[in-house]
């Protein structure tokens, strides 16, 4: 293999896998692009067509590139539907499910808290852009979300593009290239406040589901750290095993 940047204790498809990547985040081969073939790929890097095929099904796995029988691999793009059906896991009682739509509250730049440095891997005195939003399914409030993301990742987010869209990990990929390949969430128990009670329309003191999720980027890096507050009456978290 000709990148030797990369540790050589690791199988070589994880070798492979990770200079494919790397490839990616530069920007030679952007989201909704083909990339060359498996043979092309193999005899590039040096090794045979079943390992690289190998590095190339963890990639798909990944959902970083989607296969297209009989045209070629292409590296994944958000759009706004898939990524809000991956990465949106509130529902109704039920059972059905439905596109959210945003209400943003506030949209600034400011100093990172401690905890939000700590996860986004900042210095505690960097800056990020902090947006707070409500997200309503059927006409109701469901979920009260505060988001922050590193102000030097993207520049600018505190007020351009002017108008937010519903979606913004395809807001991140088209206009900052920064990809979201995954996220982990952890879910609390918690008792509504005050700012609770005014936008979703709870009283104070009401069971609430607190997810805490991390969206992470390609390479594993912490994109965005986001803190959601969900209505519990009318709607319940989901999630397919």
């Known amino acids: ?36 073939s498996e043979s092309a790929l193999s005899q590039e890097y ?37 990524s809000l059906f991956q990465f949106f896991h509130l529902m109704r009682l039920d059972g059905t499910r439905s596109l959210p739509i945003s209400q943003v509250l506030l949209r600034e730049r400011r ?14 005195n960097a800056e990020v852009v902090h947006i707070r939003r409500i997200r309503v399914l059927d006409e109701v409030p469901a979920l009260l979300e505060n988001l922050v993301v590193d102000a030097a990742r993207f520049p600018a987010l505190e ?19 920064q990809s979201v390949a995954k996220a982990e969430e952890r879910l609390f128990a918690v008792a509504a406040d005050a700012q609770d009670q005014k936008h979703l329309g709870v009283e104070v003191g009401s069971p609430l589901l607190e997810v805490r999720r991390i969206a992470r980027g390609l390479q594993g890096e912490a994109l965005e750290y986001r803190v959601s507050r969900c209505e519990t009456q009318q709607h319940c978290y989901w999630n397919e095993l």
């Open 1 to 36: 293999m000709n990148d030797q940047s990369t540790p050589s204790y690791r199988p070589l498809y994880q070798q492979i896998k990770e200079a494919l990547v790397s490839r990616i985040v530069s920007g030679a081969w952007p989201p909704g692009t083909f990339i060359p």
């Open 46 to 82: 040096g090794v045979s067509v079943g390992t690289l095929r190998k590095a190339v099904d963890a990639l798909a796995n990944d959902h970083v590139v989607i296969r297209h029988q009989g045209k070629g691999t292409v590296v994944a793009m958000h759009d706004s539907d898939s």
């Open 111 to 124: 100093s990172a808290t401690v905890e939000e440095a700590k996860v986004l891997g900042i210095a505690a």
């Open 159 to 177: 007020s351009e593009p002017q108008t937010l869209p519903n979606t913004l990990y395809q807001l991140y990929q088209q206009r900052f290239k």
